[in-house]
């Protein structure tokens, strides 16, 4: 039986998770929201280090053989130290600026994703990599996972703040947008919206699952079939969880605390 740990700063993984489930529908799933911590886009890289640690501990505890950190900020800022401290296939995720390349017939790209994310030498790695014949533009996005955390996914404050991070990039000649946090995803119909149907929206979800059935592949020996399990954790309000993973997830689920929980 294969178990993978999934985790996030909070429920925006969710967007991941869901890609899993559908590349993978025998392996058990667990997945954790760090919602007493979120969000990790404005802290500093140890103090996430930290998070991304104690939250795969549990997970290896809760029986995961590997993890997948369905999380831009916290790959950028914590996925060497978990390779050097835990032993497990770790997948983390990164802005998809290749495919955004390959996409863009103005040449120019724009970036949503967290501070955390674009100040990372991650980041400024990636866009050395595949950005050298092509304009990136990016764009924070203060506020935004907080309006996912509390489920507003259509409200006019989400819209306002939609409005305000996606116009500018858009007026300076971006034809494609990353999606650089799993927390954007569940906002594509509004993002949608505001930058027209014609702007291809590309998040690194799906990618993600093809990868970890890759590693899967190589790595762990799992033949069993039937349908997978999935077990929903939070280190904050339990209730509040369910309400908001059930939501997003598209059917009734119950979020249980984790554990020894700070
Ligand atoms: N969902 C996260 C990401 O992919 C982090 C959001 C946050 O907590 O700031 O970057």
Redesign the pocket.
Known sequence: MTTIGVF???V??LSVLRHIRSTLPDADLVYVADSAH?????KPQHYIEQRAVELTRFLVAEGAEAIVVA????TAAAAAKLRCDIECPIIGMEPAVKPAALATRSGVVGVL??A??LRSARFAALLERHAKNIEVITQGCPGL?EQVESGDLEGPRTLSLVERYTRPLLSRGADTLIL????YPFLAPMIRQVAGPAIPLIDTGEAVARQLQRRLLTELTDTRAGAGTCRFFTSGYANTATLIMSRLWGSAVIAQPMKGAV
Do not use: Q
């Open positions: 996030d700063s909070g925006g993984g979120v969000p990790y886009g404005d999380c831009n900020t916290a994703a967290t955390g994310t996972v650089g946090c799993t927390h």
